[in-house]
């Protein structure tokens, strides 16, 4: 069985369909990608992974159990991580803060609201789990910088660091070059596949950036007006004539 395997998702707003019986699967440590024009359906697709919407039919299963009606706190226990399109930071808050907060989460202790006290140190153990993933991110010459001084590129960086303290398997990535130059975007790509190959976290991403998704991705799931049009190897739907027209908007 995949690690994810989504089956017939359906979600309908006010007799609209959004997605129609949309299915997908992913491997433990792959990397997928989920493009389609706008309005196709990929962050409501993404909502119902994570629990924030409940599809009208379909099922999840992550990790051979079944989480079609599980909150959204039980997907993320079971280890599913995301981003979101919109950047969230706080502001006045240090890099290495935003790790600490997010691994305090993760154990589910009381020292949490501690921190909002500023009445807790962090534990050696705490420490070093977050500067593990200042290395791995390459965050560490920045960790003690307060957030509203990082780049958007390296705020992103931060995104993705605090959702992988919660150890996922899973990462879902929405847009994460929204508003990246190509620099900012090719480094990207380079710590997801560094993250992939020590953590073997598999990524999902929802993607504008066809030569992002190019480079990263080895499979493509296209949907087009809540429908699923294409998938398979990314070569392959990418150079597809229906896909050209639906996502690229090329005639054929």
């Known amino acids: 069985m995949s690690l994810l395997d989504a089956v017939n998702i359906t979600k309908r707003f006010a007799g609209i369909t959004a997605l129609d019986a949309v299915s997908m699967q992913v491997e433990s440590g792959e990397s997928v990608g989920l493009i389609g024009p706008n309005g196709a359906g990929k962050t409501t697709f993404f909502n119902c992974l994570l629990g924030m919407l409940r599809p009208d039919a379909g099922s999840v299963t992550f990790d051979e159990r079944d989480l079609t009606r599980a909150p959204v706190y039980r997907r993320a226990r ?18 290495r803060d935003h790790l600490l907060v997010a691994e305090r989460c993760r154990l589910g202790t009381g020292r949490f609201w ?8 962090p534990s050696g153990d705490e420490k070093a789990r977050v500067l593990a993933t200042l290395e791995l991110l390459r965050l560490d010459d920045v960790a003690d910088a307060p957030i509203e001084s990082l780049s958007l590129g390296r705020g992103r960086l931060v995104e993705v660091g605090r959702a992988l303290m919660t150890e996922p398997k899973l990462l879902l990535l929405d847009e994460p070059s929204s508003g990246l130059d ?17 953590r073997g976290t598999a990524v999902l991403l929802v993607e504008h950036d066809v030569e992002f998704v190019r480079t990263f991705a080895r499979r493509l799931y296209v949907l087009d007006f809540g429908t699923l049009i294409a998938t398979g190897a990314t070569a392959a739907v990418l150079g597809s004539a229906e896909v050209r027209k639906a996502y690229l908007g090329e005639t054929v």
């Open 114 to 121: 501690k921190d909002i006290l500023n009445l807790a140190a």
């Open 182 to 198: 190509a620099s900012e975007t090719a480094a990207l790509a380079d710590t997801l596949r560094a993250v992939q190959s020590e």
């Open 78 to 95: 079971a280890g599913i991580g995301r981003t979101f399109q919109r950047i969230e930071l706080f502001a006045g808050m240090s890099v």
